[in-house]
T-cell receptor
Framework: AQSVTQLGSHVSVSEGALVLLRCNYS??????LFWYVQYPNQGLQLLLK??????LVKGINGFEAEFKKSETSFHLTKPSAHMSDAAEYFC???????????FGTGTSLTVIP | KAGVTQTPRYLIKTRGQQVTLSCSPI?????VSWYQQTPGQGLQFLFE???????NKGNFPGRFSGRQFSNSRSEMNVSTLELGDSALYLC????????????FGDGTRLSIL
């Protein structure tokens, strides 16, 4: 069975500070991992994905995530938060069979000026 | 390339009515998934269609149904609407191959009075 856990439903950071959003997964097979961002009244937008290869993945808007198999984690980071980063962030895992996606419960990021 | 298009964007219905939501996937995408998003329950998987067949199904009552046409466009139907059905309904399409991300539309905001 596959599942995703996002620690911290709400995270606040100061503008210019490091952003760290945590994601842990469980999967019975090697997973594919994704981070999505959602702005108010919009759908989810893909930030980055890990499929195979390099474990440090760079995405859009300066975000990156590192796949750590030993820790079953895929945490999202950004060195310096910007006001425009305030949004809801979702971690997701998929497996090859059936292509079903499993989403975490989301983390709401607030950026304090 | 056009993104995922959902219509209508907003809908107001009363209890007991039924509603049909539409989703046009990205050209070439044969997998279409539907999600319900509410503040209390987060993002919940409804069902996934691939080549006109329902391949995966979430834990929702039979009032929620869907279908997919030969051009991959999909519709979702909810009958006998309840107040608790008020939500943002999101559609996502993908190539349905291992590691391919889901691409989301902006959703249909359904309000039940």
């Amino acid at each position: 069975a596959q599942s995703v856990t996002q620690l911290g439903s709400h995270v606040s950071v100061s503008e210019g500070a490091l952003v760290l959003l945590r994601c842990n997964y469980s999967s019975s097979v090697p997973p594919y991992l994704f981070w999505y961002v959602q702005y108010p009244n919009q759908g989810l937008q893909l930030l980055l994905k890990y499929t195979t290869g390099a474990t440090l993945v760079k995405g859009i808007n300066g975000f990156e995530a590192e796949f750590k198999k030993s820790e079953t984690s895929f945490h999202l980071t950004k060195p310096s938060a910007h006001m425009s980063d305030a949004a809801e962030y979702f971690c997701a895992v998929s497996v090859t069979v059936g292509n079903q996606f499993y989403f975490g419960t989301g983390t709401s990021l607030t950026v304090i000026p | 390339k056009a993104g995922v298009t959902q219509t209508p964007r907003y809908l107001i219905k009363t209890r007991g009515q039924q509603v049909t939501l539409s989703c046009s996937p990205i050209s070439g995408h044969r997998s279409v998934s539907w999600y319900q998003q509410t503040p209390g329950q987060g993002l919940q998987f409804l069902f996934e269609y691939f080549s006109e067949t329902q391949r995966n199904k979430g834990n929702f009552p039979g009032r929620f149904s869907g279908r997919q046409f030969s051009n991959s466009r999909s519709e979702m139907n909810v009958s006998t609407l309840e107040l608790g059905d008020s939500a943002l309904y999101l559609c996502a399409s993908s190539l349905a191959a291992g590691g391919q991300p889901q691409h989301f539309g902006d959703g249909t905001r359904l309000s039940i009075l």
